[in-house]
């Protein structure tokens, strides 16, 4: 099996089998002049890596995730001490909302869940102004009243979606989220703008501890379509880290079936959220992807 590692042609030839594939994606057709006539403002991404976060039986080890997200978001943010640089996103007074994700197979983790409150504690927010919560956040008295959204799911194939994305992630926080199934769920980046969550968001963590990249069905999970990867994604703009973590997917398919395999559907959320949302960036070109840590098989 091949060790290539997805550049941006490939993913925009992954783009290119879209239905609607001229839209989703600025890089392919147009803008390409358009660049040569001004530098495109870049989306930072942080991809941190660490051999030791997981155990042998796969379990989260809490030390080294805690470290791997101090990394991570005092790279995003350039200020090297990371309680300082988790001021720059949370204030003392903000009532703060972790989303996470509680899917059975492969939720967040209690792990990434407690180092992210821990640093937002740090930060000066008393613990009864936080709560972390997937399900119940429409009924959750914190996230109702929430001011600071942290947002926090593992990448993985999804039946609806193409991909369980960070975008994807906020789906709970509508009455009835089979609204958005339709076309791929190809509106989820409206919910962004909803009023509980519209600007609050102030960081993004897509996990890639042991993501899942392959699966056929509703609520689809097999131990052989997910690997160790002992990654997290971070970055403020959902887009970018989802379009980051999408490009692994696709490298890990290709590995895995020794053939170009596009996501089935095909996660044309991600780009229609920039195309024609304009939640955030998509386009490889338009983000500056920094590596951290353990690079053996980073697939990017």
Sequence with gaps: MSN????????????????IAG???????GVQSAQKAEPLKKVRVVLVRDKNALDAS???????????LDDAVTTLLGEND????WKMLIKP??????????????PTGEAVEQALKRRVMDAGVPEDSISIDDRGVLVNPIFKKATALVNARPARSHHWAGMGSCIKNYITFVPVPSDYHPDTCSNLATIWYLRQVKDRTRLNVLVMLTPLFHGIGPHHY??????????LIVSRDPVAADSTGLRILQAKRRQYFGEDRPMQPTPHHIFLADAKHHL?????DQIELVKLGWD?????
């Excluded at 990371?82 to 640089?85: L, S, V």
């Design 23 to 29: 839209a989703l994606v600025p890089g392919l057709k």
């Design 93 to 106: 007074n903000d009532i703060v909302g972790i989303k996470t994700n509680v899917w059975n197979y492969i």
């Design 58 to 68: 796969r379990r989260h080890n809490p030390e080294v995730i805690q470290k791997m």
């Design 222 to 231: 097999s131990k052989e379509y997910t690997w160790e990867y002992k990654g």
């Design 280 to 284: 955030g960036v998509s386009n490889p």
């Design 4 to 19: 290539r590692r997805i550049t941006r042609r490939d993913f925009l030839k992954v783009a290119a089998v879209t239905p």
């Design 82 to 85: 990371p309680i300082k640089a």
């Design 296 to 300: 053996e098989d980073i697939l990017i």
